[in-house]
């Protein structure tokens, strides 16, 4: 009986359902292609979006290692000028003592430093390696007046190699900052 009244439904109407079958699976695929082309543009904006924000982070870090590479070669500077009083007579270790635990060089985040250039500067590794290697140098000029005085030496021997050390490693922390300053420019 089921069978028969389908026989008996006209040739036009099944027409028709094809046709709205055919329309709702045509519907269905332009949907779906509109949501796959939504979501692609969605996740392109999205790594857009990420790419300048990490962009504009690692522009950012780089500045603010600028100025702590600033701070920390002034307060090399400073550590210099009053050891070298102390290298001419004209202070004691003891003072030159004081003097550097009241220096600003112990506001330089030297872990903060260490830590950019280890993240957002990995072209910096280099020139930051040279400044670390004079300061050994100079931390080694040190210790030798420090053993000097210690045995009543005079430190004017050690004016000059400290003197020298200094200025190259002022060449080295500029070095580094015009390093900086293309990193970020090109970031």
């Given at each position: 009986?089921?069978?028969?009244m389908?026989?008996?439904?006209?040739?036009?109407a099944?027409?028709g359902?094809?046709?709205?079958?055919f329309?709702?699976?045509?519907t269905?695929f332009?949907?779906?292609?509109?949501?796959?082309?939504n979501?692609?543009?969605?996740e392109?904006?999205?790594?857009?979006?990420?790419k300048?924000?990490s962009?504009?982070?690692?522009k950012?870090?780089?500045e603010?290692?600028?100025?702590?590479?600033?701070?920390?070669s002034?307060a090399?500077f400073?550590n210099?000028?009053s050891l070298?009083?102390?290298m001419?007579?004209q202070?004691d270790y003891n003072?030159?003592?004081?003097e550097?635990?009241?220096?600003?060089?112990?506001q330089v985040?030297?872990?903060?430093?260490s830590?950019?250039i280890d993240?957002?500067?990995?072209?910096l590794q280099?020139?930051?390696?040279?400044i670390?290697?004079?300061r050994d140098e100079?931390?080694?000029?040190e210790?030798?007046?420090k053993?000097?005085?210690?045995?009543?030496?005079?430190g004017?021997?050690?004016l000059?190699p400290a003197?020298?050390?200094?200025?190259?490693?002022g060449?080295?922390c500029d070095?580094l900052k015009?390093l900086?300053?293309?990193a970020?420019r090109?970031?």
């Amino acid at each position: 009986m089921g069978l028969e009244m389908l026989k008996d439904v006209p040739f036009a109407a099944w027409i028709g359902l094809a046709g709205v079958v055919f329309g709702s699976l045509l519907t269905t695929f332009g949907v779906s292609l509109t949501n796959r082309a939504n979501l692609k543009r969605l996740e392109q904006q999205l790594a857009h979006e990420e790419k300048l924000v990490s962009r504009r982070e690692r522009k950012e870090r780089l500045e603010e290692l600028y100025i702590l590479i600033c701070h920390w070669s002034n307060a090399f500077f400073g550590n210099y000028l009053s050891l070298s009083l102390v290298m001419k007579g004209q202070i004691d270790y003891n003072k030159y003592l004081d003097e550097i635990r009241e220096s600003p060089a112990k506001q330089v985040d030297y872990n903060r430093i260490s830590m950019i250039i280890d993240i957002y500067g990995g072209e910096l590794q280099e020139a930051y390696a040279a400044i670390l290697k004079i300061r050994d140098e100079i931390n080694d000029i040190e210790f030798a007046h420090k053993k000097a005085y210690l045995s009543g030496q005079p430190g004017n021997l050690y004016l000059e190699p400290a003197g020298k050390a200094q200025i190259k490693l002022g060449k080295a922390c500029d070095d580094l900052k015009n390093l900086i300053s293309v990193a970020a420019r090109e970031t």
